[in-house]
């Protein structure tokens, strides 16, 4: 394995003792580092792994506590940092939109934890065939996911892009984003490919049809 889980618990605690991670975000950013973590296979594979948590003001982090952890900016642009530590491990704070309007109670000034990212960066075939096992995962534990790109059309994110995605959503408070492929970095301005709303918390749980409406209730979410 690429990422080193035992640096990953040593970093998530330090989010949390910054209080950048609640208690339930704590627990559920310490999962990817478990024997039964669902996405285990994906993860093996994976080169890195990154939390993306909202903040108020990127400018007040610790970054000094993060460059005493090595921690190494790896872009930065205005509302927005990446951090990089050893082991395959990153942290994104920003303070930009990077989601579809959904419901929430989270308050502008709260951090809060996006979603937690898994990035597989090889595009071979066996990589390939590992990354499109997701959905089978998703409907083996009842998780809600969807698929952004086509293996086509890139998916652009941030000032970022990458081949395609998976977003799943086990539940209403946590987004798990897997991307594929290599890592290119557009330092000319922000994607258009905001997160996928989590299902969960779409501001209207209905769509409409011929026949009036209808719940949604598919694991795949278009």
């Not at 990422?3 to 990817?32: M, R, T």
């Not at 939390?51 to 400018?59: A, G, K, P, S, T």
């Not at 205005?78 to 704070?93: M, R, S, T």
């Not at 059309?153 to 897997?178: G, I, T």
């Amino acid at each position: 394995m690429k990422i080193d889980v035992f640096k990953l618990k040593g970093l998530v605690d330090l989010l949390y003792q910054q209080q950048l991670l609640s208690n339930e975000e704590w627990k559920y950013a310490n999962e990817v580092s478990e024997a039964d973590f669902p996405f285990a296979r994906q993860l093996e594979i994976a080169d890195s792994v990154h939390y993306h948590i909202h903040v108020e003001d990127v400018l007040s982090l610790p970054h000094e506590l993060f460059k005493q952890h090595n921690g190494a900016i790896m872009n930065e642009a205005e509302g927005y940092i990446k951090y990089a530590f050893d082991g395959g491990i990153n942290f994104i704070f920003s303070n930009i939109p990077v989601a579809q309007k959904e419901k929430t109670t989270h308050k502008n000034e709260e951090a809060y934890l996006d979603h937690i990212g898994i990035d597989i960066r090889s595009d071979d075939k066996p990589a390939y065939i590992t990354f499109q096992q997701i959905p089978l995962v998703s409907a083996q534990y009842d998780f809600l996911f969807t698929r952004q790109g086509d293996g086509k059309e890139v998916v652009k994110c941030c000032h970022m892009q990458v081949n395609e995605k998976y977003w799943v959503y086990p539940n209403e408070k946590l987004n798990y984003e897997f991307a594929f492929g290599p890592l290119i970095v557009h330092e000319g301005g922000f994607g258009i490919d905001l997160r996928p709303a989590n299902p969960f918390n779409k501001l209207t749980g209905e769509t409409n049809t011929c026949c009036g409406t209808k719940k949604v209730s598919s694991i795949f979410i278009n």
